[in-house]
């Protein structure tokens, strides 16, 4: 229901280009065997993610990104690779020309330079999460090859976004680094480290490159709904039970 929602919030219904920026599907969730996932088998998940995004979306172009291991990796199997060969994705490895899918892609559009990856750092802490976002801004101008007007990372289950001005050539440019929302809710895995920050933002970004390479962010999220959870009445169970043993 949150993903169609979302898709009817586009200011553009036909996109030209569509990106997937890793783990298209949750895997077989192994930590817990399988447990609170509809399937375990992966080709049962890609070709399900194939039929939800043909609902949702019309693109001209696709790329797909790798996501973590965990999730998208069995034995020498990337499911991500599999993923973008079936959506018909454009060949984008960095330096490879036999993948279809990388752990990170370039591109470019209307003069913008896009850098698409899955991985970021994540901080729990609510006064810190833009640190992992200035730091990896940052860290990617070290290098002609990272750096990027527009940096698109995911991971953290959460939207964010830092800009900043970096001197690029002897030029003073305005970088932008987001992180996505996700279309996953929590399960037991992720509450190992507490019940805090568990829910997830769910969506996805629009973004739109003007012709003059002006950037317009379109973040479309929704938080699960959430519904008042059953509490256990132990004074009301101890009473029942009491006057059961008069």
């Known amino acids: 229901k949150?993903?169609?929602?979302?898709?009817?919030n586009l200011r553009k219904r036909h996109i030209d280009v569509l990106i997937i920026n890793g783990e298209g599907i949750d895997g077989e969730n192994r930590h817990q065997h399988g447990n609170q996932s509809w399937t375990s088998?992966?080709?049962?998940?890609?070709?399900?993610?194939?039929k939800l995004l043909h609902e949702l979306f019309e693109w001209e172009i696709c790329?797909?990104?790798?996501?973590?291991?965990?999730?998208?990796?069995?034995?020498?199997?990337?499911?991500?690779?599999?993923?973008?060969?079936?959506?018909?994705?454009?060949?984008?490895?960095?330096h490879s020309k036999t993948s279809i899918s990388d752990d990170y892609g370039l591109l470019e559009l209307n003069g913008l330079k896009i850098l698409y990856?899955?991985?970021?750092?994540?901080?729990?802490?609510?006064?810190?999460?833009?640190?992992?976002?200035?730091?990896?801004?940052?860290?990617?101008?070290?290098?002609?090859?990272t750096r990027a007007d527009l940096q698109l990372r995911s991971h953290v289950h959460a939207y964010g976004e830092y800009k900043a001005f970096f001197e690029v050539?002897?030029?003073m440019k305005l970088q932008t680094?987001?992180?996505?929302?996700?279309?996953?809710?929590p399960d037991s895995f992720m509450m190992k480290g507490g019940m805090g920050h568990t829910v997830p933002d769910i969506g996805f970004v629009e973004i739109i490159v003007e012709e003059d390479g002006e950037l317009f962010i379109n973040?479309?999220?929704?938080?699960?709904?959430?519904r008042e959870p059953h509490v256990s009445d132990v004074n009301k169970i101890l009473g029942k039970r009491n006057e059961k043993s008069k």
């Open 63 to 94: 790329y797909v990104s790798r996501g973590s291991k965990y999730h998208v990796q069995v034995g020498a199997t990337d499911w991500d690779e599999i993923l973008a060969e079936k959506l018909g994705a454009v060949y984008n490895s960095p």
């Open 177 to 185: 680094i987001i992180t996505t929302p996700c279309c996953k809710y």
């Open 2 to 8: 949150v993903l169609v929602w979302g898709s009817k």
């Open 219 to 226: 973040p479309i999220v929704a938080k699960p709904e959430s």
């Open 169 to 171: 050539e002897g030029e």
């Open 117 to 145: 990856a899955h991985g970021i750092s994540y901080s729990p802490d609510p006064a810190g999460k833009g640190r992992p976002l200035s730091k990896e801004l940052a860290n990617c101008n070290d290098s002609s090859e």
């Open 41 to 50: 088998d992966p080709l049962d998940m890609v070709n399900d993610v194939v």
